[in-house]
């Protein structure tokens, strides 16, 4: 079936960092979402990508999505210290929404 | 908007117990509606989808008997976990969606429930 992979796990960063996560999909996306998970908190719905290539920005957050509908990143400027969290990416294909691992975000202030 | 309330946020009970959580979308109509359990620090599982009006989805190795699901309206979803025991402890977390099965509206969660059974 569908896989969604996820890495890394876990990232450690000084506040001030770049912060950056991937996503990969065993099978062609129609489309991408990516979601955040505060410690203690259900996840948030951030953004989703539909069209190959296509990068998306908030703020200090850019989103993309692969060439080949397969592949996603999430990268994070400068981090501060909310942007803790678990950020999951969820991969829709024939008909379900798979979610992958999560990456934690932890920031040293 | 979309706001999903979920209730209760805690639950711990004895083994044997039924437990019921319910699932509410408070400013939109949510036609499909989602159950999921969450290890801790791990990602989400689904467990089930459900359609307003009709029999749930389960997932694989999901049992239907022992976690049952009513979706009996736009707004509201129901899951029961039957007879419940130790290794059912865990945090089960729903969301609702606008759109039916093919929709690609985002889901939104609720709070979740944080079931302990002793």
């Known amino acids: 079936g569908q896989q969604v992979m996820q890495i890394p796990q876990y990232q450690h960063v000084q506040e001030g960092e770049d912060f950056t996560t991937y996503c990969n999909s065993s099978t062609t996306l129609s489309n991408i979402q990516w979601y955040k998970q505060r410690p203690g908190g259900h996840p948030v719905f951030l953004i989703q990508l539909v069209k190959s290539g296509e990068v998306k920005k908030q703020k200090r957050l850019t989103f993309q999505f692969g060439e080949a509908k397969k592949n996603s990143s999430l990268h994070i400027t400068a981090t501060q210290t909310t942007d803790v969290g678990t950020y999951f990416c969820?991969?829709?294909?024939?008909?379900?929404?798979?979610f992958g691992q999560g990456t934690r975000l932890t920031i040293n202030p | 908007g979309a706001v999903v309330s979920q209730h209760p946020s805690r639950v711990i009970c004895k083994s044997g117990t039924s437990v019921k959580i319910e699932c509410r979308s408070l400013d939109f109509q949510a036609t499909t509606m989602f159950w999921y359990r969450q290890f801790p620090k791990q990602s989400l599982m689904l467990m089930a989808t459900s359609n307003e009006g009709s029999k749930a989805t389960y997932e694989q190795g999901v049992e239907k008997d022992k976690f049952l699901i009513n979706h009996a309206s736009l707004t509201l979803s129901t899951l029961t976990v039957t007879s419940a025991h130790p290794e059912d402890s865990s945090f089960y977390i729903c969301?609702?969606?606008?759109?039916?099965?093919?929709?690609?509206?985002?889901?939104?969660f609720g709070d979740g429930t944080r079931l302990s059974i002793l």
């Open positions: 969820a991969g829709r294909g024939a008909q379900k929404l798979v």
């Open positions: 969301s609702a969606r606008r759109g039916g099965l093919n929709s690609n509206q985002p889901q939104h």
